[in-house]
């Protein structure tokens, strides 16, 4: 069963409600019993495999290659000058 997140408007608390799919009454308050309440929009997670996370860019310092090059004074290798130009490109 899935966990809902309301806003109780009787008491102006958020509460968490377990909620089975297939339920369709309308919830109340366990901390004050009203029946006045809201649904809210809460935050997910994603777990992703390592391997999901190594393909994954999109959580890559953008600002990485100009900061390595400042602190290797220009010298890097080829092959890493090029993978950072492509970083930096995509």
């Known amino acids: 069963m899935p ?3 309301y806003l109780c408007r009787d008491c102006g608390r958020e509460v968490t409600i377990w909620r089975s ?3 369709t009454s309308r919830p109340s308050c366990p901390v004050c019993g009203g029946g006045d309440v809201s ?3 809460s935050r997910v997670s994603i777990i992703k495999s ?3 996370r190594t393909r994954d860019v999109s959580w ?3 600002d990485l290659g100009q900061r ?3 602190k290797a004074r220009r010298k890097l ?3 890493f000058e090029e993978t ?3 970083m930096e490109l995509e």
Request: proline share 4%; hydrophobic share 30%.
């Open 84 to 86: 950072l130009t492509r």
């Open 77 to 79: 290798n080829p092959d």
């Open 50 to 52: 390592e391997k999901d």
């Open 60 to 62: 890559i310092d953008r």
């Open 3 to 5: 966990l809902y997140e």
């Open 39 to 41: 649904r809210l929009i």
């Open 21 to 23: 799919f297939s339920e």
């Open 68 to 70: 390595l090059r400042r």
